[in-house]
């Protein structure tokens, strides 16, 4: 695997959504059918078993998930004084896996086709119905992260085309275990006999199935991307904020609005805008010590006062230095007052 970068971005146009999760440090996962890619983690089954053995995988896979929907009903039921006996599940998923498994052989097995043509539609609906089920199985939700906070294409696709901004994270020792980096130019493709030992508890053939969620095409390849899966939604923050850059089309009163909601955190944040290249479509970074307006013009005036105490030759060095409260609040100011020295 590739060393895990200190920080990771997370590219977002700006709305009041963003805005609350910023506020009070949580994070989105994606339902993965949202992805801009329809064929993002959507995989393949290489049905390398025969109808028996497929058959039997997917009555696995459709009691596994039935099971575990009528448990998470039951609790309801429980909750409300009610309670739903486990053999009565069993009865239930069994009637469902059975109802499924009829409707498959059915639709298979017109009478007007030979034999040759049933066993190859049969073998190609069950594989359809594993590679569904496997979909359907999978509930967990992804937030992408991208290496670099300075790609044009993914300020343009993801950032509001550059109206936006870009969140950078770093990543807590306890997180470390769950990011994952993407592989680009595989192909989709799930081994059936891979399924069966998944099912049957085997750790290697569940990371070669889950892989499927960790590749995309090799066109793709320029986001550089690494995700953390959890449950769909919005979710606590595991991630620790440590930057965010503004995109050089990116409203004031946005940065404003993010700046001010945003300046009483334990974790100071630092804050940069996109500035691109002269001649050039490459983009770089510019730290900014943002302050508010009311600030900037009282500072301008003490400088432009200073200025005034230079001409005439003063030499007291408070004279040319912000009031103590100012450079307190704001060391910017403290930056701007030593720029004014070196005039």
């Known amino acids: 695997m590739s060393d895990k970068p200190n920080i990771l971005y997370k590219y977002r146009r700006f709305d009041t959504d963003v805005l609350n999760m910023l506020v009070v440090d949580q994070m989105y996962f994606a339902d993965p059918c949202s992805f801009n890619d ?6 393949t089954l290489n049905a390398d078993v025969n109808i ?11 009691k596994q ?5 009528m448990l998470a009903a039951a609790q309801i039921f429980k909750s409300g004084g009610r309670k739903v006996e486990d053999h009565t599940i069993d009865r239930l998923t069994h009637n469902r896996i059975n109802s499924l498994m009829n409707e498959i052989f059915f639709e298979s097995n017109n009478p007007a086709y030979d034999d ?3 066993e190859n539609t049969l073998h190609n609906t069950l594989s359809h119905a594993v590679e569904e089920e496997l979909l359907r199985r999978s509930a967990r939700g992804i937030f992408c992260l991208a290496e670099s906070s300075v790609c044009p294409l993914m300020w343009s696709h993801y950032g509001d085309q550059h109206r936006g901004l870009c969140l950078g994270y770093s990543i807590p020792r306890n997180t470390d275990t769950k990011l994952h980096i993407v592989n680009y130019g595989n192909n989709r493709e799930v081994k059936a006999s891979d399924i069966a030992a998944m099912l049957e508890n085997d750790i290697d053939a569940c990371q070669r199935v889950d892989d499927v969620f960790l590749r995309k095409a090799e066109e793709w390849s320029y986001e550089k991307e690494w995700r953390i899966f959890g449950s769909r939604g919005i979710q606590n923050s595991v991630l620790e904020l440590e930057e965010i850059v503004f995109g050089f089309k990116c409203p004031q009163a946005v940065k404003h609005t993010i700046i001010k909601a945003l300046e009483n955190r334990e974790r100071q944040i630092q804050y940069y805008e996109i ?4 001649q050039s479509y ?4 510019a730290y900014k010590t943002f302050l508010p307006t009311d600030m900037v013009g009282l500072i301008r005036q003490t ?3 200073n200025k005034t105490y230079f001409r005439s030759g003063t030499t007291n060095p408070q004279a040319a230095q912000a009031p103590n409260w100012l450079l307190e609040r704001h060391p910017a100011s403290s930056e701007l ?7």
Not at 38 to 43: G, M, Q
Not at 65 to 69: D, L, N, P, V
Not at 275 to 278: L, Y
Not at 337 to 343: I, V
């Open 38 to 43: 329809p064929l993002d983690t959507k995989l």
């Open 52 to 62: 028996e053995d497929l058959r039997r995988i997917l009555a696995k896979l459709c």
């Open 65 to 69: 998930r039935i099971k575990a929907e």
């Open 116 to 118: 040759d043509y049933i």
């Open 275 to 278: 500035c691109p290249q002269p």
């Open 282 to 285: 490459k983009l770089d970074l």
């Open 303 to 305: 400088l432009a006062l």
């Open 337 to 343: 007052s030593q720029a004014n020295h070196a005039r």
